[in-house]
């Protein structure tokens, strides 16, 4: 995967390279008149000047004569590299071997000029020589080489921009209410990254809030039920109530009061993101209470240590031996144990348990199938279960148990 910024700096660098090979052709070609005027001013230099077998005097008279009217110093070295004549100030022979004359600077006046002689010898001259190449190719030629970077770089951060134009337009829509807002994800980068969190958080919120609404409407609904059966005991009660009616009234009430709870504790899972209580339990110990509450419960295990909110690892716990009570065969087995940083507990009955295409929806709030019948409840206990676990850093899951039959294992952060 390409980073962005690695397509930023291999863009600035693909620039810089244009540039330079740009600049490096610009300078071939605007220098070629230069090394030319070398070459015939050092053969002008060679036909002025007497013979490298001269006498220093004739030389030295030449050279007079060559630099008359020059505001400059100019020193002529033989092939061994001594001085043998000097107008001015002598100068230094360079060390750079050259056969045409160097500008150091060519856009600068001073500029020390060297010629160097088919005898053999070197002139060396501060003489400002200056060679410039014609302003208007030079200038045209950085206006194309400008204008064809801001070209090349155009597409590309256009394309940039454009995909961030599209996640704007993602944003606003799912800020405008449309849940079902989504962004294509193009590319590999940043950028693209972004686009996948976003379609990730709006599928969250589109689930949770879808989450709150078949909450909210089949808690309304399920309401509704003891509510209705309540309200005909009522009636019945004023007339005289035998003992059957009076027990169905109680157990419409405990089922209307656990629904509530349950849908409360579900609620506060949602909002509070952390847990309200963080103590030290002992799993094993909280297990065998809650087991002294059911028959035909076996427990097994080893102690295991760890935090979290006692209270609703309790409901947990006794969701679990609620539903095995009601729609199990006992007896009911509980087994704590460790597996490496995780602790387990495993819970299931003598019955068959769930069929494996129901494993996941088993944990979907108010769904109460089992195979082809509905069960008896809320609907709600095994979603609390799942919902518990995740807030201690585990999950829950319907799993096959060693003699085949499925049973529930949860996991849990241990100490």
Same mark, same amino acid.
């Given at each position: 995967?390409?980073? #962005?910024?690695?397509?930023?700096?291999?863009?600035?660098?693909?620039?810089?390279?244009?540039?330079?090979?740009?600049?490096?052709?610009?300078?071939?070609?605007?220098?070629?008149?230069?090394?030319?005027?070398?070459?015939?001013?050092?053969?002008?230099?060679?036909?002025?000047?007497?013979?490298?077998?001269?006498?220093? $005097?004739?030389?030295?008279?030449?050279?007079?004569?060559?630099?008359?009217?020059?505001?400059?110093?100019?020193?002529?070295?033989?092939?061994?590299?001594?001085?043998?004549?000097?107008?001015?100030?002598?100068?230094?022979?360079?060390?750079?071997?050259?056969?045409?004359?160097?500008?150091?600077?060519?856009?600068?006046?001073?500029?020390?000029?060297?010629?160097?002689?088919?005898?053999?010898?070197?002139?060396?001259? $501060?003489?400002?020589?200056?060679?410039?190449?014609?302003?208007?190719?030079?200038?045209?030629?950085?206006?194309?080489?400008?204008?064809?970077?801001?070209?090349?770089?155009?597409?590309?951060?256009?394309?940039? $921009?454009?995909?961030?134009?599209?996640?704007?337009?993602?944003?606003?829509?799912?800020?405008?209410?449309?849940?079902?807002?989504?962004?294509?994800?193009?590319?590999?980068?940043?950028?693209?990254?972004?686009?996948?969190?976003?379609?990730?958080?709006?599928?969250?919120?589109?689930?949770?809030?879808?989450?709150?609404?078949?909450?909210?409407?089949?808690?309304?609904?399920?309401?509704?039920?003891?509510?209705?059966?309540?309200?005909?005991?009522?009636?019945?009660?004023? $007339?005289?109530?035998?003992?059957?009616?009076?027990?169905?009234?109680?157990?419409?009430?405990?089922?209307?009061?656990? #629904?509530?709870?349950?849908?409360?504790?579900?609620?506060?899972?949602?909002?509070?993101?952390?847990?309200?209580?963080?103590?030290?339990?002992?799993?094993?110990?909280?297990?065998?209470?809650?087991?002294?509450?059911?028959?035909?419960?076996?427990?097994?295990?080893?102690?295991?240590?760890?935090?979290?909110?006692?209270?609703?690892?309790?409901?947990?716990?006794?969701?679990?031996?609620?539903?095995?009570?009601?729609?199990?065969?006992?007896?009911?087995?509980?087994?704590?144990?460790?597996?490496?940083?995780?602790?387990?507990?495993?819970?299931?009955?003598?019955?068959?348990?769930?069929?494996?295409?129901?494993?996941?929806?088993?944990?979907?709030?108010?769904?109460?199938?089992?195979?082809?019948?509905?069960?008896?409840?809320?609907?709600?206990?095994?979603?609390?279960?799942?919902?518990?676990?995740?807030?201690?850093?585990?999950?829950?899951?319907?799993?096959?148990?060693?003699?085949?039959?499925?049973?529930?294992?949860?996991?849990?952060?241990?100490?």
């Amino acid at each position: 995967m390409l980073r #962005l910024y690695l397509r930023f700096y291999l863009a600035l660098l693909a620039s810089l390279v244009l540039f330079v090979g740009a600049a490096a052709t610009l300078w071939h070609v605007t220098s070629r008149p230069m090394q030319q005027a070398g070459v015939r001013l050092g053969q002008l230099v060679q036909n002025i000047l007497p013979g490298v077998q001269a006498p220093p $005097s004739e030389q030295q008279d030449a050279l007079q004569r060559l630099a008359t009217g020059l505001s400059g110093d100019v020193t002529l070295f033989g092939p061994n590299g001594a001085v043998i004549a000097a107008v001015g100030r002598p100068l230094r022979l360079p060390a750079t071997d050259v056969r045409h004359v160097v500008t150091l600077s060519p856009w600068a006046s001073g500029a020390l000029s060297t010629v160097r002689l088919a005898d053999g010898r070197t002139l060396v001259a $501060s003489v400002p020589v200056v060679f410039k190449p014609r302003p208007l190719v030079f200038h045209l030629m950085l206006v194309l080489l400008a204008a064809m970077i801001g070209l090349a770089a155009f597409p590309i951060v256009r394309q940039l $921009s454009g995909r961030l134009e599209r996640l704007q337009h993602g944003v606003e829509s799912l800020g405008e209410g449309d849940l079902g807002a989504r962004v294509a994800v193009e590319g590999r980068d940043e950028v693209a990254r972004l686009a996948v969190s976003f379609n990730r958080a709006a599928g969250q919120i589109e689930q949770l809030v879808g989450a709150h609404r078949s909450l909210l409407a089949n808690a309304s609904h399920e309401l509704r039920t003891p509510l209705a059966r309540i309200r005909l005991a009522v009636e019945m009660l004023k $007339s005289g109530a035998d003992p059957r009616s009076k027990a169905g009234l109680e157990q419409d009430i405990a089922e209307l009061d656990q #629904l509530i709870d349950e849908i409360l504790i579900a609620s506060r899972l949602e909002a509070v993101r952390q847990r309200e209580a963080d103590e030290e339990i002992d799993l094993l110990a909280l297990a065998a209470e809650e087991c002294a509450r059911y028959d035909e419960v076996n427990l097994e295990g080893e102690s295991l240590r760890i935090h979290g909110d006692p209270r609703l690892l309790r409901r947990l716990l006794r969701n679990l031996l609620e539903n095995a009570r009601r729609h199990g065969a006992p007896p009911t087995q509980v087994r704590v144990t460790r597996e490496g940083a995780v602790g387990v507990l495993r819970v299931w009955d003598s019955g068959p348990g769930p069929m494996p295409e129901e494993s996941e929806r088993i944990f979907t709030p108010f769904y109460r199938r089992v195979g082809s019948r509905e069960t008896t409840g809320t609907g709600l206990g095994l979603a609390l279960v799942r919902q518990i676990a995740r807030r201690h850093g585990g999950d829950a899951r319907c799993a096959p148990m060693a003699d085949g039959r499925s049973g529930f294992v949860i996991t849990l952060n241990a100490q």
